[in-house]
């Protein structure tokens, strides 16, 4: 049995040194990772590939969860 979302459970495996690739309609300038995993650190800025519309981003570490912040074009 799966365990329900408020019971105890094991964490899952860290991912690592992987892209997200988004659709955007906007200039990306730099991107950013935060996460609360990162305790009392700045946000990472990562490196990135925009070709047209799709923006390739490369993260280099989740546990959890994080966010994901883009400065673009206004």
């Known amino acids: ?14 991912m690592r040194e992987f892209q997200v690739e988004i ?11 935060a996460s609360p995993e990162d305790s009392g650190q700045e946000p990472l800025q ?3 590939q ?7 981003i490369h993260v280099p570490k989740i546990n959890y969860f994080g966010l994901l912040i883009l400065k673009i074009a206004e």
């Open 1 to 14: 049995d799966e365990p329900q979302w408020n019971e105890k459970h094991q964490a899952p495996d860290p």
């Open 23 to 33: 659709r955007s309609l906007s200039v990306v300038f730099q991107a950013w990772w």
């Open 46 to 48: 990562l490196t990135y």
């Open 50 to 56: 925009q070709d047209g519309e799709r923006l390739e």
